[in-house]
């Protein structure tokens, strides 16, 4: 972020801009953003070309797309944005079937995240807030597996410095022996290679189905350095919520757990 950007954040109302084909979408999602968050512009596209040349035209804080455009799909939008030489903006997809294509990983890096619709507009607002505005007031407990002291050391460091409570383990089993005698836990993080007896993979497994505990009841997030789609889809199908990718960045990382915290708790 310039400098110039970095002012703008500060001083200036967040400039959302939205992104669909549909004029009711789009009317909707931009009455939703005024209405709920306190502010903000909100500039609204029909088509990827119009939303590149109001990139470029004006500072941008924030980017919700759809998947489907007249003319380009919303990950060739994505690349072109970042191509323009926004390369930290965030930008969301926002489509029906996000869940399906996070299931499969077939987007590119240049998406920042997914949010999908049958999570209804009231939560793609908060979604959104968690990105320009996070809020500090969400709180929570934190599970965090996790076998390395380096990592385990400047991963608590961030979650802390954000507010947030951390209990670290080193294995699943202390973890599970934790979450079976009713501790007060409202998110699992935990890293999926372990060393030594069970992994993250089989922790989700285990939440799932031994404690038949859903991803409302305890979201779970798994960090990974895995870019195998294949593998990365086999989390999220165990029951992963999300994925948190290495190496870990801090406001990406703080962002996906306020809002598992903040759907739990809503």
Same mark, same amino acid.
């Given at each position: 972020?310039?400098?110039?950007?970095?002012?703008?954040?500060? %001083?200036?109302?967040?400039?959302?801009? %939205?992104?669909?084909?549909?004029?009711?979408?789009?009317?909707?999602?931009?009455?939703?953003?005024?209405?709920?968050?306190?502010?903000?512009?909100?500039?609204?596209?029909?088509?990827?070309?119009? /939303?590149?040349?109001?990139? !470029?035209?004006?500072?941008?804080?924030?980017?919700?797309?759809?998947?489907?455009?007249?003319?380009?799909?919303?990950?060739?939008?994505?690349?072109?944005?970042?191509? /323009?030489?926004?390369?930290?903006?965030? =930008?969301?997809?926002? *489509?029906?079937?996000?869940?399906?294509?996070?299931?499969?990983?077939?987007? *590119?890096?240049? =998406?920042?995240?997914?949010?999908?619709?049958?999570?209804?507009?009231?939560?793609?607002? /908060?979604?959104?807030?968690?990105?320009?505005?996070?809020?500090?007031?969400?709180? &929570?407990? =934190?599970?965090?597996?996790?076998?390395?002291?380096? %990592?385990?050391?400047?991963?608590?460091?961030?979650?802390?410095?954000?507010?947030? !409570?951390?209990?670290?383990?080193?294995?699943?089993? !202390?973890?599970? !022996?934790?979450?079976?005698?009713?501790?007060?836990?409202?998110?699992?993080?935990?890293?999926?290679?372990?060393?030594? &007896?069970?992994?993250?993979?089989?922790?989700?497994?285990?939440?799932? &189905?031994?404690?038949?505990?859903?991803?409302?009841?305890?979201?779970?997030?798994?960090?990974? &350095?895995?870019?195998?789609?294949?593998?990365?889809?086999?989390?999220?199908?165990?029951?992963?919520?999300?994925?948190?990718?290495?190496?870990?960045?801090?406001?990406?990382?703080?962002?996906? %757990?306020?809002?598992?915290?903040?759907?739990?708790?809503?």
């Amino acid at each position: 972020m310039t400098q110039s950007q970095a002012r703008h954040s500060a %001083v200036d109302a967040p400039r959302i801009v %939205v992104v669909d084909s549909s004029k009711v979408t789009r009317s909707v999602i931009e009455k939703l953003l005024r209405q709920e968050l306190d502010n903000v512009e909100v500039v609204c596209c029909s088509t990827g070309s119009e /939303a590149l040349v109001c990139c !470029e035209s004006g500072i941008v804080d924030l980017v919700t797309t759809a998947l489907r455009l007249p003319d380009m799909d919303g990950d060739q939008l994505s690349k072109k944005i970042r191509a /323009a030489g926004q390369a930290y903006m965030p =930008i969301i997809v926002v *489509s029906g079937d996000a869940q399906e294509r996070m299931y499969r990983r077939d987007l *590119s890096a240049d =998406i920042t995240d997914y949010f999908d619709k049958s999570m209804g507009l009231k939560a793609l607002a /908060a979604f959104i807030q968690g990105y320009i505005r996070p809020d500090d007031r969400v709180t &929570g407990r =934190i599970l965090y597996v996790e076998d390395s002291k380096v %990592v385990a050391l400047a991963t608590s460091r961030m979650l802390k410095r954000n507010g947030l !409570e951390v209990h670290h383990v080193t294995t699943v089993e !202390e973890a599970l !022996e934790l979450m079976e005698n009713a501790q007060d836990i409202d998110l699992v993080l935990t890293d999926v290679y372990l060393k030594g &007896g069970l992994t993250g993979k089989e922790l989700l497994l285990t939440v799932r &189905g031994d404690l038949n505990l859903n991803r409302r009841q305890m979201p779970i997030l798994v960090m990974t &350095g895995d870019d195998n789609h294949s593998n990365q889809t086999t989390l999220l199908r165990a029951g992963a919520n999300d994925l948190v990718e290495k190496p870990i960045e801090e406001r990406l990382l703080i962002n996906k %757990v306020r809002f598992q915290l903040k759907l739990k708790g809503g």
